[in-house]
């Protein structure tokens, strides 16, 4: 049962350009909700996280967009950049649980 | 820090031979998760160590998979014996669990599985 989803698989974006990864889940009593970035033949590594109880974090060019009644949240990247390409996992975990969730992934290219 | 370190970093096998992945966690981390990557399936958790105990191994995909953690500096993932379906990307990663919801998972460069 796939808990969380994530759209799209893959995404191409102009450099300069606006990236937008979505995603939806269905377990409300998620609490916790990290994006991971990876680049191949890495490991995924943290990039922004939030908390339901905000509707919106940002950190330099990268901003979660969160909607709890909707229960979608979603990672936007600001003047993308070439270095920016990689695969992007959205992750959901419930609060005194360390088992992270993960939707499909988006494969993200920027091209000059 | 050395941050996460895995080995081998790529394996090569047989089908029905024995298959050993090491982990070495981040010092001082508490927790330690293992997690297989396929373009399929793509990432699963297929257990998860807090304090050395196996807290959830529910998502090892059958009796042929086991994995350990004698101290906290060291982990293994067997797989016997091995089959082509088990060609994946394996991942561990760690964490410092705390009273902080969400403690980051920090995640090694990967084992590539093939078996042949």
């Known amino acids: 049962q796939q808990q969380v989803k994530q759209s799209p698989q893959s995404l191409i974006v102009q450099k300069g350009g606006i990236s937008i990864i979505n995603c939806a889940y269905e377990n409300t009593a998620f609490d916790y909700f990290p994006w991971y970035q990876q680049f191949p033949g890495k490991g995924p590594a943290l990039l922004i996280a939030?908390?339901?109880?905000?509707s919106e974090k940002k950190e330099g060019r990268f901003t979660i967009s969160f909607n709890k009644s909707a229960k979608q949240f979603s990672l936007h990247i600001m003047d993308s950049q070439p270095g920016d390409s990689a695969t992007y996992f959205c992750a959901a975990i419930t609060g005194g649980n360390e088992k992270l969730t993960f939707g499909t992934g988006t494969r993200l290219t920027i091209i000059p | 820090d050395a941050g996460v370190i895995q080995s081998p970093r790529h394996e090569v096998t047989e089908m029905g031979q024995e298959v050993t992945l090491r982990c070495k966690p981040i010092?001082?981390?508490?927790?330690l998760f293992w997690y297989r990557q396929t373009m399929m399936r793509g990432l699963e958790l297929l257990i998860y160590?807090?304090?050395?105990?196996?807290?959830?191994d529910s998502g090892m995909p059958e009796d042929r998979f086991s994995a350990k953690m004698p101290n906290a500096s060291f982990s293994t993932l067997k797989i016997q014996p091995s089959e082509p379906r088990d060609s994946a990307v394996y991942f561990c990663a760690s964490s410092f669990r705390g009273r902080a919801l969400g403690d980051t998972q920090y995640f090694g460069p990967g084992t590539r599985l093939t078996v042949l």
């Open positions: 939030i908390r339901p109880d905000v």
């Open positions: 010092s001082g981390h508490n927790s």
């Open positions: 160590f807090n304090n050395n105990v196996p807290i959830d």
